[in-house]
């Protein structure tokens, strides 16, 4: 395999990172992001079983907060990370895989719904993940972001300072969502609504044509 099959090798440091910082991730983002989590996660339906893709999963904070009767698949690059999310499944049927939210090892149109938590401000290459997140999505199913984003023209100058050491040993500050979108044409937007920090987080329902 290459770089080219797995993007975040472009970012060697960053899978690094999360191995150590896995231990300790759920300490700084779990009661800060509980509320935005929940909220989000409300977006998914409740009524009919489907299969949904958790891009990202991380330590599994998630996995506490959803609805039982879907089938999950849960991916992240890091094993460190999915080991710590294991324990959280609570019940939900979930398949486990170690892989690449840049390069998604699943056929087109394979999910109802896919769920990119913390994930699009962190690999190195954002609209290659929503783009690979739109391509296994079945036509008609959404997909739920929950991020930290720039708004455009934002200046922001204390993110855009911290960014080039942030984003090589955890997240980017410096990603424009709708730069992203406009690069996945195929979707649109359901719905984008501002749930922590002044807007900078937002949560935010993509729906495939």
Not at 78 to 105: C, I, T
Not at 173 to 197: G, H, K, N, R, T
Request: hydrophobic share 45%; net charge positive; charged share 20%.
């Amino acid at each position: 395999m290459t770089k080219r099959d797995l993007p975040y090798r472009e970012n060697p440091m960053l899978r690094w990172s999360y191995s150590l910082i896995a231990p300790f991730y759920d300490l700084v983002v779990s009661r800060p992001l509980l509320r935005a989590r929940t909220q989000s996660l409300r977006t998914l339906p409740a009524d009919q079983a489907k299969k949904v893709l958790l891009s990202g999963i991380g330590t599994g904070l998630d996995l506490p907060l959803l609805p039982k009767l879907h089938h999950y698949t849960a991916l992240d690059f890091n094993a460190a990370m999915l080991e710590r999310a294991k324990p959280r499944v609570a019940g939900l049927q979930v398949e486990w895989v170690l892989g690449d939210s840049m390069a998604l090892p699943f056929a087109d149109a394979h999910f109802d719904h896919v769920v990119l938590h913390l994930i699009l401000a962190v690999v190195p290459q954002p609209a290659q993940c929503l783009s690979e997140a739109a391509r296994v999505l079945k036509p008609g199913g959404t997909i739920v972001i929950l991020d930290k984003f720039l708004r455009p023209q934002q200046t922001a100058p204390l993110r855009r300072a911290l960014n080039p050491l942030s984003r090589r040993i955890a997240t980017r500050m410096d990603v424009v969502f709708e730069e992203v979108l406009s690069v996945v044409p195929q979707l649109q937007v359901v719905s984008d609504v501002p749930l922590l920090a002044g807007g900078w987080f937002r949560g935010i329902v993509l729906r495939k044509g």
